[in-house]
Every structure is written in C-alpha cells, then in structure tokens.
C-alpha cells in the first residue's frame, strides 16, 4: 500500500520517517519546508492530484498549526490548516475508498471543569483558537463520511523540533532557578511511542471496521512541575531549583486545560495495544537526545 505522510518534518512526521523503515508499505513523506516532497495541503487539487500520481491509499496527517499562543491572533491560516485542509485530505481519501489517519489534540478540551480522564465521546470545549479549529477539523472529516481514524493526544515531544522536554533540558542547565506551573494536570506523550501505534495500526491492517475517534498519550499523569523535575532529574541537572507556580504567574493569551488527562481505554481494546508509562518513554528520548 502507498502511504502518504504530510507535516515530515514536525516531531511526528520525523518520528514516522524512523518506523517507516521496517514498513512493507511505501511511504512518501510531504511538506511545505526545504528537503521534502512539495505538497499543499491546503489545495485540494493538488492533493487529488498526489493521490492519483502514485495511487495514494492511506494518508497519514502530521500537519496542523501547533502555536497555541499566537493563533488567537494569526487570523484565518490556522482554520485554513486546522480544519480546511484535514476536510481536502478526508475528501481525497473517500474518494479512493481510503483512509485519512488525522492527529488532534487534548485542547478540544478544556472549558469545563473535571477531574476524570476525558474520554472520546465527551463534548469538545476548547478554550481557545487552536482548539476550536482542531475540534472543527475532526467535525469536518467526520462529515465527509469516509473512512478515517482520528487520535486525539497531548503533550507531545521528541528529539526533534521545538518541544518542551528539549526547552526544560536547556534550562535547567543553564538556570540557577525556574518556575514551573503546577496547576496544569495531563499526560507527557513521546512522539515515537505515537508513532509506534500508527505504524502497528497501519501494518496489522486492524483499521478496517474500526473508524473513529481515539485517544492516545503515554500511560500516568503529572503537572508540568512534575515534568520538568523528572527532566532535570534524568539528566543529572541537579543544580536549577525548580519551583511550582500557579498558571496566573505566567500570562498567556489563551486558557490551556487545567485538567486534560486522555482515557486511553477504547485505543488499548481496539487495536491490542500497551502503552508505555510517561517516564520509561521520557528515559528513553533523552537518553537519545543526551548522546548527540
């Protein structure tokens, strides 16, 4: 089967290159940036067109605009990406009787108060723009109506990119001390155990009948205090004090979820998986990231 990736040289997209290569499919991998197979995802012609140059069967969609803060005020683009262009990839899909695997996120929750795991079929209530578009974009590839599997997940890092256990691993050797809020509970997620799933799920052929919304993270919960004290921690940063701060101590455009922990039940039943817990996966990625 020809599998198309877009979003290559995020986290995941870069995470997805490393398992592809013990595929018996063939992967192409697409983006927007230098060293990439061109695609415009926003296009829906030039996706139809991909499609049917190289009979295009799964699409794996790692792309999205992931800037929590500055999408309150970017405008249309992040609606475009969010939620527009999953709508082209579910529609170039359905019409090849082909599957869109699509990645979205913990922040279609949020707006109301809870302290149980959330779990897929719990009414979105994003709290701000990244959210609401993420939430529209999972509305819309459901009402294309074709086949697809959508998986929600959180705090995602990796070697690779931006993320916040490269930033906390900088910081805690170079800081005497950080503040860290405590007041923000979910679930740190390693990209290559996501990637992992999607690849098994893919392999194993286990997504037919079993369209739908999934949720994935790691196994356990902490704060972001607790993240960052086992990052320091790993990596021997035993010099930086690290304190907890309430989420008003640092003032952000949008409200994140106070409270967004993913009830991985129904992923784990469906496709046979185990999950790692969250400080096995952050060992291993910094073990990697501290050997380079």
């Not at 139809?48 to 249309?76: F, L, P, Q, S």
């Not at 050797?173 to 390693?190: C, E, H, N, R, S």
Request: glycine share 8%; proline share 4%.
């Amino acid at each position: 089967m020809n599998i198309l990736v877009t979003g290559a040289n995020g986290q995941l997209g870069n995470e997805m290159q490393i398992v592809s290569k013990n595929s018996k499919d063939n992967y192409i991998f697409t983006d927007v940036c230098d060293g990439y197979q061109k695609l415009d995802i926003t296009d829906i012609e030039a996706i139809r067109k991909e499609v049917k140059d190289n009979d295009i069967k799964c699409i794996i969609n790692c792309a999205a605009w992931t800037n929590v803060d500055k999408a309150e005020t970017a405008g249309d683009i992040v609606e475009t990406l969010n939620a527009t262009a999953p709508e082209n990839l579910a529609k170039a899909m359905k019409e090849v009787d082909g599957l869109l695997i699509h990645i979205s996120t913990d922040y279609v929750f949020g707006g109301d108060p809870y302290n149980t795991p959330c779990r897929e079929d719990q009414k979105g209530t994003p709290t701000g723009v990244y959210g609401l578009t993420k939430l529209h974009g999972e509305q819309k590839i459901q009402a294309v109506g074709g086949h697809y599997i959508i998986i929600r997940t959180a705090w995602l890092y990796s070697e690779f990119g931006h993320n916040f256990v490269r930033t906390m691993l900088n910081l805690t050797a170079t800081k005497p001390q950080l503040k860290v809020v405590f007041d923000q509970t979910g679930t740190p997620t390693y990209a290559g155990d996501l990637a992992d799933v999607i690849f098994n799920i893919v392999e194993s052929r286990k997504f037919e009948g079993n369209d739908g919304i999934y949720h994935f993270s790691n196994e356990g919960v902490c704060s972001w205090y607790d993240f960052t004290k086992k990052i320091a921690e790993l990596a021997g940063h035993t010099e930086c004090d690290i304190e907890p701060c309430h989420s008003d101590e640092f003032p952000s455009p949008v409200k994140r979820p106070a409270y967004s922990v993913l009830d991985k039940t129904k992923i784990k039943e469906t496709f046979g998986i185990k999950i790692p817990y969250w400080v096995d996966s952050l060992k291993k990625c910094e073990a990697e990231l501290l050997s380079h």
